[in-house]
Structure formats: C-alpha cells, structure tokens
C-alpha cells in the first residue's frame, strides 16, 4: 500500500508541475508564440519535471507518462507511477481556459493507491489524502459534464435514462473533479481513453467516495503493456446503480 508520504509527493507534484505550466503558457502567449509552440512547449517542460522529481524522491519506481518512452520494465516493477503531464492540451493552448489538469498516480498491483489532480488555472490541487469532502447532494436533475465537442454513446445512455442535464468541461481530469467537487454528478466516458487519462482522477474520486468503474460495473485496472482504456463511469454513489444498469441494457441488447 501506499505510504502516507506518496500522497504527499502526489500532490507536491501535481502542484509543482501546474505552476510550471501556468508559467510556461503567460511567457509563450505574451510573446507571440503560436498554439502548436504552447502546447508542445507545456507537454514537454511539464514531463521533464515530473519525470526528474519522481526519479529523485523514488529512484526504484517506474513510470509511464504520456509524453515519454514506455518501458515496458514497468510490468514488473512493484510501483508505477502513471502520469499525464497535461491533460487538455486544447484548453491549455486557449487563453482563459482553465479546464485543463496535471495527474500524478501511483498504482501497486493494478490499482492506484496515491494520487493527486492539479487544476493550475484555478490555483486547485485534489489529492488521496487529506481526501477531498464530498459535497451534499445536488436536489436538481442529475448533472452530467461531458465533452465541448460529441458527448460520447455512454453519457448520452445515462443522460436520458436519468433525465440529466449535460455541461460541458475539457479535460478528462477537469471533468472528473468537478464530480468530486460537487458541480456535477457524473462523468461517463466511452470510445476509449489511456490510463494516464483516468488514473489519477479515479485514485482521487474513489478517496472522496465516489462510484468509478467500466461503463460495464467492472473494476478499472492499471499497468498493462498496452495502456488503451476503453471506458470509464466516475459518479456519486446514489446514481451508480442506476447509470450502470442504463448501461448494462443497451450492451447486452436490451434496450
């Protein structure tokens, strides 16, 4: 298991990183860069430093980030972390967009154990422990945040079958917190993501309380030599029942 200070280095890097990228994108904006230079510039600044912090404070443990090369040693190594140094490039390349996330993750035997969400632009970092309070229940329709572009098949099933209004957000770690951060209730994804795109968020979301699972119930497991992912319900548990089983009828041919 996780010790309590892999929490604490989650968090100091999540952080870190987010402050690094904030910084990144004020300098290249204000002078002139492009977007292509904004984000490219951001991912690899952002990878570098994660991968040069981790490789100090946990010199035996592996990694897999998205922005680097995959060592498949990682396989048998008994702690990864998994890390995606900026998810939402888009909306980190917008100016004024704040929906964009650094994800630290450590995982040990498949499940992630530590991990932390920094929101940079709002100056807000989530983490495993202390873990996040779960708001009160929303007493409106069930909200459900999904993509700014298609919202994928499996929040269309759930929003209907539930009668939810959808919002819209960015990145896949903005979405996810704004779940545990009670702004919305559910966040369901499908047609494929990769572990570095959920695995931070679910190590927090399930450290706050919530339900996070496949889109078919099943457990959401880490570390696989392909990290291809292909879906993903993160949601309050009082709605976990119901958008599993609006799900589980339509892949069985129910509905």
């Given at each position: 298991?996780?010790?309590?200070?892999?929490?604490?280095?989650?968090?100091?890097?999540a952080?870190?990183?987010?402050?690094?990228?904030?910084?990144?994108?004020?300098?290249?904006?204000?002078?002139?860069?492009g977007?292509?230079?904004?984000?490219?510039?951001?991912?690899?600044?952002?990878?570098?430093?994660?991968?040069?912090?981790?490789?100090?404070?946990?010199?035996?443990?592996?990694?897999?980030?998205?922005?680097?090369?995959?060592?498949?040693?990682?396989?048998?190594?008994?702690?990864?972390?998994?890390?995606?140094?900026?998810?939402?490039?888009?909306?980190?390349?917008e100016?004024?967009?704040?929906?964009?996330?650094?994800?630290i993750?450590?995982?040990?035997?498949?499940v992630?154990?530590?991990?932390?969400?920094?929101?940079?632009?709002?100056?807000?970092?989530?983490?495993?422990?202390?873990?996040?309070?779960?708001?009160?229940?929303?007493?409106?329709q069930?909200?459900?945040?999904?993509?700014?572009?298609?919202?994928?098949?499996?929040?269309?099933?759930i929003?209907?079958?539930?009668?939810?209004?959808l919002?819209?957000?960015?990145?896949?770690?903005?979405k996810?917190?704004?779940v545990?951060?009670?702004?919305?209730?559910?966040?369901?994804?499908?047609?494929?993501?990769?572990?570095?795109?959920n695995?931070?968020p679910?190590?927090?979301?399930?450290?706050?309380?919530?339900?996070?699972?496949?889109?078919?119930?099943?457990?959401?497991?880490?570390n696989?030599a392909?990290p291809?992912?292909?879906?993903v319900?993160?949601c309050?548990?009082?709605?976990?029942?119901?958008?599993l089983e609006?799900?589980r009828?339509?892949i069985?041919?129910e509905?």
């Amino acid at each position: 298991m996780a010790q309590p200070d892999d929490h604490a280095l989650a968090a100091s890097v999540a952080t870190e990183t987010g402050a690094l990228l904030v910084e990144v994108r004020d300098r290249l904006f204000s002078s002139g860069a492009g977007t292509w230079e904004v984000r490219d510039t951001g991912d690899s600044e952002a990878h570098q430093h994660i991968v040069k912090r981790l490789a100090k404070a946990r010199p035996d443990d592996a990694i897999l980030s998205e922005e680097g090369r995959d060592d498949l040693a990682r396989l048998s190594a008994d702690r990864v972390w998994i890390v995606d140094p900026l998810d939402g490039t888009r909306e980190y390349s917008e100016p004024g967009r704040s929906d964009w996330a650094v994800h630290i993750a450590l995982v040990e035997d498949g499940v992630p154990t530590a991990g932390a969400v920094a929101l940079p632009a709002v100056g807000q970092t989530l983490c495993t422990d202390p873990e996040p309070t779960l708001p009160e229940p929303h007493s409106g329709q069930p909200r459900l945040v999904v993509s700014r572009s298609r919202p994928p098949a499996a929040a269309i099933i759930i929003a209907q079958a539930l009668d939810a209004e959808l919002m819209s957000l960015g990145s896949a770690g903005a979405k996810a917190m704004a779940v545990v951060m009670g702004m919305a209730d559910i966040y369901a994804h499908s047609g494929g993501q990769f572990e570095w795109d959920n695995c931070a968020p679910v190590a927090v979301a399930r450290a706050a309380g919530l339900h996070a699972s496949r889109c078919d119930g099943s457990e959401l497991e880490y570390n696989f030599a392909d990290p291809w992912l292909p879906d993903v319900l993160i949601c309050r548990p009082e709605f976990a029942e119901d958008a599993l089983e609006a799900l589980r009828k339509v892949i069985e041919g129910e509905a």
